[in-house]
């Protein structure tokens, strides 16, 4: 196998982070990720065209990068969303001063592991100690 297309959201998108540094390069595999909510080009059209494997994330909306009309002989291999939004319901914004980096790019403080209602408190310059 030498061409994946992987499309999906932000897990995908680290799936695909850590498959390019680990694995894909090592074995010599062309990995492209597809962001399911932006719409698709023609280079991602050709790429799903021309793949070996295409893995697609369920989503619980209806993405932008609609691939269904797209001809291709490559595997599909589809895998849910993992969304446990209710174990932390203040969850879905990044903390404000969450530094980028390159191998982290969402940063050690991202949307999934954030606290909205503490974000908004430090927005705000809210004390500290007021906060807590």
């Not at 969850?91 to 050690?108: K, M």
Request: aromatic share 10%; hydrophobic share 45%; charged share 20%.
């Amino acid at each position: 196998m030498r061409s994946i297309v992987l499309i999906g959201n932000c897990q995908i998108r680290a799936l695909y982070n850590l498959y390019t540094r680990f694995v894909g390069e090592a074995i010599h595999q062309r990995l492209i990720f597809i962001a399911a909510y932006e719409d698709i080009t023609e280079a991602n059209r050709f790429a799903i065209q021309a793949a070996d494997m295409v893995v697609e994330q369920v989503l619980d909306f209806k993405p932008k990068a609609d691939i269904a009309q797209i001809d291709t002989s490559a595997e599909r291999v589809w895998v849910p969303v993992i969304n446990c939004g209710f174990l932390w319901p203040f969850a879905g914004q990044p903390h404000p001063n969450n530094p980028s980096r390159p191998y982290l790019e969402t940063g050690p403080y991202g949307a999934e592991s954030s606290d909205a209602w503490l974000n908004r408190m430090i927005k705000t310059r809210v004390d500290p100690e007021t906060a807590v």
